[in-house]
């Protein structure tokens, strides 16, 4: 069974079906058989008649010069449709409707009889057309037949004008009743379509209030939900809080149980609570004896620390061979011999042996020249293949005696290009490995000043860096307009009844770890005085000195300590050339090399003096041995690192360094005291 339709739809749908009538061409019934006959046909009718008027005479040109009316049969047809093409685009689809409704119904009109004409005496006999037929032809000298013929012919054509008159008044009239039908329909139409409007209006805000009611359905399913589960989760809440209740309960009647099991308990606890007093007193005696214990402990541990520093010696000297740089030739084998420690290989060796060939016996006596070995005796050598933990490795325990409170002086002793500054600061690129004395030493430093910080140790630190070139003391820290110049900086004491020695116009900087320290380092780095000389590329022309005064407090034992570390980087020594011709760049290098020959053999005489425990030390002879005079003396340790190169070439300046170490190494210092207060 089809769904019912609106009515609304129904009379659009049956608007629509009849909206393609208009496009049909209108066929409108039309009284005779010639009515239906168009243009064409009709002027076949007259074909015969215009040939017959081309065979007449002068006379017959004449008669049919005059205008003819237009075939009477096209008139009312062509008329009609123009009318109702007029009428439809006029009115639109409603009055195509109504008009092709009209034309549909109309009944065809009769045809009025056409009377035959009379034929008078004395005309041709040519009989004129009977249905519609073309009558025979008359000949071309029958003139007045041919006009007879025509005068019927026209009377004719009145008669059919007229009808089609009548035709033409009655398709009017039609044609008013279809615009008046078209017209009503237009206004039915119009009151449709706000009908339409209207239900579809209505149509939207029932489907946007069926939304709404949806949405809120939702919304009310949802919480309906929502209050369920919550429900649910209160009776089951419920039900476990009286389960808790009940082991409450039970439990409140063990706690009473128990309660009265305490109260008989607690006198008995008292009493012991008393005895538990005593023995707290008792732990808080022993814990206070106990630190007294490791107070001692570590008195005791400083003080076996420096005796063993001690029994190395308070000067010792450790010599360090570089290896052979790329780019540099291979020693010949047996040049530099290290013989094994006095345990064996497996000790590291303390000796050191140099083979070198006497030129002048050999030219002398026409043989080969002999070898001359030179056996020299250390603390510690260190061959070409050791690394710089392992360098630091032998001088931790001499940077904790700094700690203590005892003054240390490391010195890095030889000539140009033989490796002091690599040991003593390292390669600038930043790998752990290649970090020299200096960076390590002060991350050992605050590493055991965080540790002994547990004790009840309290560290502070101030870093300095100058360098001495010649004989002019220069502040590396300095920045500014004072960077790199000379001759403001002094050496004096710090106070008028002070041992301590301080430069004036010199940066004192406070640190706190290693870092600072780097940074540091790398601007001193920066500012250090360098040149070119014939056996380095970039050598330095200048003893650089770090100094970091260790200051250490312990409050709650009125302790004090304090002592510098000082790490020192030693020019160059160079013998001098006196047969090279001098320019003015070498007459600088000239007077950069006397400055630093004078002050290391200052360096050598204050040694020697204290050695030999002289009245007078020559610490003024320079600014060197001037500057470091309260770490060289008294109660200093002092360690000297001579560097040497593994190049035969040379082996007379290795020979020198090597002569110099020996001295300081046969030299032995007093016992020290720590720096307490």
Same mark, same amino acid.
């Given at each position: ?62 008669? *049919? ?134 239900? =579809?209006?209505?149509? !939207? ?13 939702? !919304? ?58 005593? $023995? ?8 206070? $004896?106990?630190?007294? =214990? ?145 960076? =390590? ?32 003391? =220069? ?149 060197? *041995? ?21 190049? !035969? ?29």
């Amino acid at each position: 069974m089809e769904p019912q339709r609106p009515p609304l739809l129904e009379v659009k749908g049956n608007i629509e079906l009849k909206t393609p009538l208009i496009k049909a061409p209108s066929r409108l019934p039309l009284p005779g058989s010639r009515l239906k006959r168009g243009p064409d046909q009709m002027e076949d009718a007259l074909e015969p008649e215009k040939k017959r008027t081309r065979g007449l005479g002068a006379a017959a040109k004449i008669a *049919t010069s005059r205008p003819r009316a237009p075939p009477p049969t096209t008139v009312p047809q062509t008329q009609g449709q123009t009318t109702a093409q007029k009428v439809s685009r006029k009115t639109g689809p409603r009055c195509s409707i109504a008009t092709a409704t009209v034309l549909k119904n109309q009944k065809p009109v009769p045809a009025v009889p056409v009377q035959k004409p009379v034929q008078k005496p004395g005309t041709s006999t040519v009989p004129p057309m009977v249905g519609g037929k073309k009558p025979g032809k008359r000949p071309a000298w029958d003139l007045k037949g041919q006009l007879c013929d025509l005068t019927a012919e026209l009377k004719r054509y009145r008669e059919r004008t007229q009808t089609l008159n009548l035709e033409n008044q009655q398709l009017q009239d039609q044609l008013r009743d279809a615009q008046q039908q078209a017209k009503t329909l237009g206004i039915e139409r119009g009151t449709l379509e706000e009908e339409l409007t209207r239900v =579809r209006a209505q149509a !939207e805000q029932g489907q946007h209030e069926l939304k709404n009611l949806s949405a809120h359905v939702l !919304e009310l399913e949802e919480r309906l939900g929502t209050q369920e589960g919550l429900v649910q989760k209160l009776q089951k809440e419920q039900l476990e809080l009286q389960e808790e209740r009940r082991g409450l309960t039970s439990r409140l009647e063990k706690q009473e149980k128990r309660l009265q099991a305490s109260e008989a308990a607690l006198l008995s606890s008292q009493a012991k609570v008393e005895s538990l007093q005593q $023995e707290t007193a008792a732990q808080a005696s022993l814990l206070t $004896e106990r630190e007294e =214990r490791l107070h001692g402990l570590e008195m005791e541990r400083r003080r076996l620390h420096n005796q063993l520093q001690e029994l190395k010696g308070n000067i010792r000297v450790f010599c360090r061979v570089r290896p052979v740089l790329p780019g540099e030739p291979t020693p010949p084998p047996g040049l530099l011999l290290f013989p094994p420690g006095p345990g064996g290989p497996s000790d590291p060796p303390t000796h050191l042996s140099l083979s070198r060939s006497d030129e002048r016996r050999g030219t002398l006596s026409g043989a080969p020249p002999p070898t001359t070995r030179h056996d020299f005796s250390f603390d510690r050598v260190f061959p070409p293949g050791s690394k710089q933990d392992e360098v630091f490795e032998e001088i931790a325990m001499l940077v904790q005696s700094a700690l203590d409170g005892f003054p240390v002086c490391i010195f890095a002793y030889g000539q140009t290009g033989s490796g002091k500054t690599f040991t003593m600061e390292g390669e600038p690129g930043g790998d752990p490995q290649l970090e020299g004395l200096i960076p =390590r030493a002060m991350r050992h430093i605050f590493s055991v000043a965080q540790e002994l910080s547990g004790q009840g140790w309290n560290y502070s630190f101030v870093a300095s860096y100058v360098e001495i070139y010649n004989e002019t003391v =220069r502040d590396l820290l300095a920045t500014g307009p004072r960077k790199g110049q000379g001759g403001d900086c002094e050496i004096h004491r710090a106070g008028p009844g002070s041992k301590e020695l301080t430069v004036t116009n010199a940066r004192y900087v406070p640190v706190t770890c290693e870092k600072e320290v780097e940074a540091l380092l790398h601007l001193a780095r920066q500012n250090r005085a360098v040149a070119r000389t014939i056996h380095n590329e970039r050598s330095s022309r200048s003893h650089s000195v770090f100094q970091l005064q260790i200051s250490g407090e312990h409050s709650s034992r009125g302790l004090q300590c304090g002592a510098p570390l000082s790490l020192v980087d030693l020019a160059g020594s160079e013998r001098l050339d006196p047969s090279l011709a001098l320019g003015p760049g070498e007459r600088e290098r000239l007077r950069e090399t006397q400055a630093i020959n004078s002050s290391l053999s200052t360096l050598g005489l204050v040694i020697m003096a204290l050695s030999n425990k002289e009245s007078h030390v020559p610490y003024r002879n320079s600014k060197l *041995t001037y500057l470091l005079q309260n770490s060289l003396g008294g109660s200093a340790k002092m360690l000297m690192f001579v560097n040497i190169s593994p190049l !035969e070439e040379n082996i007379s300046e290795s020979l020198n360094s090597l002569r110099f170490a020996s001295k300081v190494n046969q030299c032995v210092i007093g016992t020290a005291q720590a720096n307490k207060k």
